[in-house]
């Protein structure tokens, strides 16, 4: 399919339109928070060093977080470029940035310069560590800031070794969407008061209050008088018969979240086996009483006899909880994602067509559209 930018008719603006956003951002947390103004209608406007972002030789993710943006090269070293980006800020509302602290402020970029040109400008800063602090200055990636943040050590096998994950919850999670929020709510006081903020967003820190789960539930087990229960043997981590992965005989998995009673016992007789739903933990039995491993081994056992076919056919129309574990080729495939329009058009970059997804959100009185195409 040759590229075609989607055009559409909205009955009225786009949530964000008029917001003048300057993006300087390279790779993944800055752009896709950007992506996501600028899908809402803001003006986003990316300004690239010379060498341009790093991303562009990842042409295919480049094209994919960077649509619906204006761009600009501009060399702040020379004193001509440097005076325009200035006066490109001085009629922002947004500047997104996600240089090592201190560096914009060597060039006359800090918030405190730039605010008292332009008092309604908000300010974010996207970084691993935070603006202060010991570890401000520290180079750091996706991994990194897991890994500080103690959500990498959640993500483990069933045998207890570390699960390295693909998709980068550091970067979008404590990253783009933070940043997103904390932008917004900036934005709409200083429409209220005319002042702006500087929103200082750090990746670890951001990613820390989102294991409320894990933290929880530790909390709870010292109640039991039990203490560092492993992550994989935790209530949502694996320890629930309930709750888990299980392995099917052609080495595919089923999900089951089956964590209501009801849902349980809808699971168990769907199974042919009633009697399993009095081991549940709304029953009194905690995931590590030998109740519960044994009853997590039965299941593990019946699920591993049939192929991921039988078993999607046997719970199509069984509110359980019970899903198939889809690869993303057949996520995107699936009439669930198809028939929300979350896959759009082929986008055509300098190498090859790059799949270009919906903006996650949808809204009344407005159609998401990809107005323009990653910026050369």
Request: glycine fraction near 8%; aromatic fraction near 8%; proline fraction near 6%.
């Amino acid at each position: 399919m040759n590229s075609a930018v989607t055009v559409t008719s909205n009955a009225r603006p786009a949530m964000l339109a008029g917001l003048k956003v300057i993006e300087l951002t390279r790779n993944l947390p800055g752009p896709f928070a950007t992506l996501l103004l600028a899908d809402m209608g803001a003006d986003v406007l990316k300004v690239e060093p010379p060498t341009g972002d790093e991303a562009r030789f990842m042409p295919t993710l480049f094209e994919a977080v960077n649509r619906n943006k204006q761009g600009r090269r501009l060399d702040i070293k020379k004193p001509d470029e440097l005076a325009e980006l200035k006066r490109l800020i001085a009629d922002a509302d947004v500047l997104v940035e996600s240089f090592r602290p201190g560096v914009l402020a060597g060039f006359g970029l800090s918030y405190e310069a730039l605010s008292a040109v332009n008092p309604k400008l908000v300010m974010c800063s996207i970084t691993g560590y935070g603006q202060d602090g010991e570890w401000a200055s520290r180079a750091g990636h996706d991994i990194n800031f897991m890994a500080m943040s103690g959500v990498l050590d959640q993500l483990r096998t069933p045998e207890g070794e570390l699960a390295m994950p693909n998709v980068q919850f550091g970067d979008l999670l404590g990253g783009s969407a933070m940043a997103v929020i904390g932008m917004l709510a900036a934005v709409i006081d200083a429409r209220a008061t005319g002042r702006g903020r500087h929103v200082d967003v750090s990746m670890a820190h951001s990613l820390l209050p989102h294991a409320v789960g894990p933290l929880a539930f530790a909390q709870m087990w010292q109640q039991f008088g039990v203490q560092n229960v492993k992550s994989n043997e935790d209530l949502l981590g694996g320890g629930l018969p309930c709750y888990g992965i299980y392995k099917t005989s052609d080495s595919r998995y089923l999900a089951v979240g089956a964590l209501e009673f009801k849902f349980w016992k809808t699971f168990c007789d769907a199974l042919g086996q009633p009697e399993w739903s009095s081991v549940h933990w709304q029953r009194g039995v905690m995931p590590q009483l030998p109740a519960s491993q044994a009853m997590k081994q039965q299941v593990a056992q019946t699920i591993a006899s049939q192929p991921l076919s039988h078993w999607e056919h046997v719970f199509t129309d069984v509110d359980a909880c019970t899903t198939p574990v889809l690869t993303l080729q057949e996520a995107m495939a699936h009439p669930l994602f198809k028939e929300r329009g979350v896959l759009r058009d082929l986008v055509e970059s300098s190498t090859q067509e790059v799949v270009s997804l919906s903006h996650p959100i949808q809204y009344s009185d407005f159609e998401f559209e990809v107005r323009s195409k990653a910026p050369k």
